[in-house]
């Protein structure tokens, strides 16, 4: 079972920056796209942003392109997102998956606990 752990998730300004974490619990990381999910309060999950195995960037979401930035770090089995330019429709609480392949579906139907990000206007 892949365990997936976010982390640095908090409160910021809008306008400000956040950069979340995720560490994964699995020995072939390297091989596995990665994505970003969030979901608002009375809200579907929805996509954010995802990165393929060699971490060449694949999808943003419109909502948080040009301000959102996916990377990942296979050695560390680590996928990060930089947030800049918050705005207060970006508080949610953030996940992150393992992706089918190069489409916005996430693989595993469990989730990890999530990290919280609250944007102050």
């Known amino acids: 079972q892949v365990q997936l752990v976010e982390s640095g998730g908090g409160l910021a300004q809008a306008g400000g920056s956040l950069r979340l974490s995720c560490a994964a619990s699995?020995?072939?990381?390297?091989?596995?796209?990665m994505g970003w999910f969030r979901q608002a309060p009375g809200k579907e999950r929805e996509f954010v942003a995802s990165?393929?195995?060699?971490?060449?960037?694949?999808d943003y979401a419109t909502s948080v392109k040009g301000r959102f930035t996916i990377s990942k770090d296979n050695t560390k089995s680590t996928v990060f997102l930089q947030m800049n330019s918050l705005r207060p429709e970006d508080t949610a609480l953030y996940y992150c998956n393992r992706v089918v392949d190069s489409t916005r579906v996430p693989y595993y139907t469990s989730w990890g606990q999530g990290t919280q990000v609250t944007v102050s206007s």
């Open positions: 990165i393929n195995w060699s971490g060449q960037i694949l």
């Open positions: 699995v020995r072939t990381f390297s091989h596995y796209y």
